[in-house]
């Protein structure tokens, strides 16, 4: 089994996010959402608000598994078993920030990361972006999931 974990924070999940998993879904055959817990981020969104956005976008989709984790994703991905992390890239910052962590990631364990090109009709979304319109009373719902409401 191909197993992917894209790993993130999702505050909030995005269309640009979504974009990413359902392209995944044809590479692997089982793409566990896993959705990072760092104590010292502050969150728009809590992490059940997150998870449940999730959830409900993807619906009952069987190769789909939405968790939480903590620590290095790398031993998120040995303990899930996972060979693969799946990541988007949505211009060449992204690219040489997340090339970096691929290395290391590579350099400490078997683990191979995956990058797909966001469309680029969305390449220009990000969660911060949303968290933005968001504070701003700005009309959010054009970037992200229709599970995604305040």
Same mark, same amino acid.
């Given at each position: 089994?191909? *197993?992917?974990? &894209?790993? +993130?924070? &999702? ?21 566990? $959402?896993?959705? +990072? ?8 969104? @809590?992490?059940?608000? *997150?998870? @449940? &956005? ?14 939480? %984790? @903590? +620590?290095?994703? $790398? ?11 799946? *990541? ?35 390449? %220009? $979304? @990000? ?21 995604? *409401?305040?």
């Amino acid at each position: 089994m191909k *197993r992917a974990v &894209f790993p +993130g924070s &999702f505050d909030p999940i995005t269309l640009g996010h979504y974009d990413i998993i359902e392209r995944g879904l044809g590479l692997f055959d089982e793409i566990i $959402i896993a959705i +990072g817990i760092n104590a010292d981020k502050k969150y728009m969104f @809590s992490l059940e608000d *997150r998870k @449940s &956005f999730i959830e409900e976008a993807f619906g009952k989709n069987h190769k789909i598994k939405v968790m939480t %984790y @903590s +620590g290095l994703t $790398i031993e998120f991905c040995k303990e899930q078993h996972a060979a693969f992390i799946l *990541r988007g890239l949505r211009n060449p910052a992204d690219f040489e920030f997340e090339k970096a962590i691929a290395h290391t990631n590579r350099k400490l364990s078997e683990i191979e990361t995956v990058f797909l090109l966001t469309s680029s009709g969305k390449s %220009y $979304i @990000s969660s911060s972006i949303v968290r933005d319109v968001i504070r701003n009373n700005g009309d959010y719902t054009s970037l992200v999931p229709d599970t995604v *409401r305040i």
